[in-house]
Each structure stands twice: as structure tokens, then as C-alpha cells.
């Protein structure tokens, strides 16, 4: 199955199953910039605590990025009732690799490829990143004839980071549920005290390596779900492996703000903020880099405010920003 169709704002537009599974087909939608060339692409991964969710679960990516000439592509993957962990990982790493096998046929550039995701895609995109180096996980199957899944720069926004529970205390529970269905436990198969070593594997933090890609990390002040504690805890172990980081706090800003008005993670409108980034930017924030860790400096932060991070780590010669959002407002 692929279909094809371009948009209003000139990005063509296809998609193409990348994965069989038992369960069916997984998905992937490309955006791809009609100028032509071999542009970068920037896979996204959607939020939904692993349970829920799918592709379409997605900020505008042709007007905030394919417009920039950034290729985007958008994937489905097993949701944890389909799969327990890694199953999840593995079907992003499948994306990778189909990309990779695919890009003259796509006409994008295999060797600068960036993952984004925001809250479990940003956990997914944070993990997929810190273990693109390792040819094969455990578990993972891949053939001989499989490319890598080396990817060069990662934007994780709001992600769930330590799953194991022992660095950061637990976001605010779904209502009516118990520790042993909360979306933690639903994508490892139980609570972390029973299976460590799935817990360990599945917080990106305890991944971390020298050999991990640029990262962008954004997070609001005001999430309950998912406390910025895990993103600071991700800068941190990121910059002490000499990782190119930035991170941008939101200042009382709640879960979900990069999905469009009306999508939720979860059913819990009192504490997301769905629509808010698209509505509001630019908005206040504060920035720590690895250039610069010791204290947050005042910023501001915007859709444009990631496009930068991904022109500035896969394009040769990065677009005149201001321009661009001239152009795409």
C-alpha cells in the first residue's frame, strides 16, 4: 500500500508500510520537499504512553519543516497491547534502517537522518538515539543485508527518562489505575521492582554513551504527567559524556503543548496543553547547553526554535531561519 498527494503549502506527501508485523502493517508518512535534491529527513515518533496513539498524533511537520527543507516522516509503531518493550524500539530502528534502504528511491540523504518525539515518542527518540551506534539489540531481529541505525541528531520533548524510578520520582497516575497498569508498566510488562533489568534498558539515561547524537530536549515547568526532573536528568548524564545538549524549560507550561489543539496523549485535559506552543510562540523559557551548563539563561522557544536545532546538525549550510518562518508562518 503507498499513496501519494501533495499538500497546500508544496510538499509532496506519500505513504509506505516500512514494517510487517503479526498484528499488520506499520505505517510511515513522508513529507518531502518539492525544491528537489537530497535533503536531510527528521522521523517523528507520537506520544500516548505507549498504549495509545498513532501517526497522525503530529504538529504541522510540512509547514514547520518540510518547508524548511528538512524531509519529515512519521511512523506508527506497536503500541504496549500489541507488544511489551523492546518490541517498541525495535520497530523504530526498523524505520531507520527502511529509510536508510530506501532514501534514492525517497531522494533523501541516508547519512543525516534526526529523530524527534515528544513524550513516549520522545522516551522512544531519546533510546532509538543513545543505541544508534549498536548493530543489533537483544532480541532484535536483523538480516545481513540490514544497514545500521546510526541517526545524527535527536529532539526529545517531555519524554519519560527513568523508568526505573530511582532518580526521578513518578508523574501524576491515570485516573483509576494501579502501578501495575500505568503506561510504565503496561510497555515493560510489569512494575520495574519485577523486571530492573527491562526498566534499566528501557531509560534512555542509563544508555548513554560518547557515541550519542546531538540532543535537543525541551520540557515544561508546569507537567504533572511527566516531571522535568527527567529531562535534566537526561542533560545531565548527556553532558557528562561530552554530548552537544541543549535544553529548554517552558516556563508552567503542562504536557502535549507540540500537538495540535483537540489531540491528547491521554484523557486528561486538566493537565495537558494541547495547542498551546502553536497558539502562543514564541514563549518564555530557559536554556542550558553543554556549552554553557551551569546556570539556565533566559530564552525564548518555538516550533522555529527545533527546526534550527535540526538545520544546524544536518544541513551542510543551514537556512535563514527568519526567512524560513517568514515563508511558513
Request: charged share 15%; glycine share 10%.
Amino acid at each position: 500500500m503507498t499513496t501519494t498527494s501533495t499538500t497546500p503549502a508544496g510538499v509532496r506527501t506519500r505513504t509506505v508500510p516500512y514494517a510487517d508485523r503479526a498484528a499488520g502493517p506499520l505505517l510511515m508518512d513522508l513529507y518531502l520537499p518539492e525544491a528537489g535534491g537530497r535533503p536531510p529527513v527528521v522521523m517523528w515518533l507520537h506520544g500516548g504512553g505507549w498504549f495509545t496513539g498513532d501517526r497522525t498524533l503530529a504538529p504541522d511537520l510540512a509547514t514547520h519543516f518540510a518547508g524548511r527543507g528538512i524531509a519529515m516522516a512519521s511512523i506508527d509503531y506497536r503500541l504496549s497491547g500489541d507488544a511489551t518493550f523492546p518490541a517498541q524500539l525495535h520497530d523504530v530502528r526498523a524505520a531507520i534502517r527502511f529509510l536508510h534502504s530506501r532514501a534514492g528511491e525517497f531522494g533523501v540523504d541516508p547519512t543525516r537522518i534526526g529523530l524527534w518525539g515528544a513524550s513516549a515518542g520522545g522516551h522512544l527518540a531519546a533510546l532509538a538515539g543513545v543505541t544508534g551506534h549498536m548493530e543489533q539489540l537483544t532480541g532484535e531481529a536483523v538480516s545481513p543485508t540490514d544497514t545500521g541505525c546510526e541517526i545524527q541528531a535527536v529532539a526529545a520533548s517531555y519524554p519519560p527518562v527513568d523508568l526505573v524510578g530511582d532518580r526521578v520520582a513518578p508523574g501524576a497516575a491515570l485516573p483509576g489505575t494501579d502501578p501495575h497498569t500505568s503506561p510504565e508498566a503496561r510497555l515493560i510488562g510489569g512494575l520495574a521492582a519485577e523486571l530492573p533489568d527491562l526498566a534499566r534498558a528501557a531509560s534512555p539515561h542509563l544508555q548513554v554513551t560518547q557515541a550519542a547524537p546531538a540532543f535537543h530536549i525541551s520540557h515544561g515547568t508546569g507537567d504533572v504527567l511527566v516531571p522535568h526532573a527527567h529531562s535534566e536528568l537526561l542533560f545531565d548524564c548527556l553532558l557528562a559524556h561530552g554530548i552537544p545538549t541543549e535544553l529548554y524549560l517552558l516556563h508552567g507550561y503542562r504536557h502535549g503543548f507540540l500537538n495540535p489543539a483537540g489531540r491528547l496523549d491521554v484523557a486528561m485535559t486538566k493537565v495537558m496543553d494541547d495547542g498551546r506552543l502553536a497558539a502562543e510562540e514564541p514563549v518564555t523559557a530557559s536554556l542550558r547547553t553543554s556549552t554553557d551548563p551551569a546556570a539556565p539563561r533566559p530564552s525564548e522557544y518555538g516550533f522555529a526554535t527545533i527546526g534550527r536545532f535540526f538545520e544546524q546538525h544536518l544541513l551542510s549550510t543551514p537556512i535563514d531561519s527568519t526567512t524560513a518562518d517568514r515563508e511558513n508562518p
